[in-house]
């Protein structure tokens, strides 16, 4: 089984720190179901979801003060929000957002 095909196991990881410098490509992989991410040195600074398999929820916390907080890419080639593939969002400080899937492929956040 390729890595992608796995459903997230682990509940919660903390002291994530975002990708210096953003991008999909660097971005820290979340790898759980609650995400903590502690520091973001600057604005854009990058984590991703994992492929969005139907029924995941993964949820995302900001703890970090920085401006405008992490960018969430998807993963290659999927959305969020039904922006364009490969689209990131960005996560206010100190906020919670919440990923969605229903549909392989794409996730939808609250």
Known sequence: MAAGDRL???LGLTGIVAHAGG???NAVQLTAMNCFIQNVATAGDSVKLPPAKVGMEITVI???ATATGPNVFPATGETINALAANTAIAVAPQTVLIFFCGIAGQWWSK
């Open 8 to 10: 997230v196991a682990q």
């Open 23 to 25: 991008g999909q490509s």
């Open 62 to 64: 900001n703890q970090s």
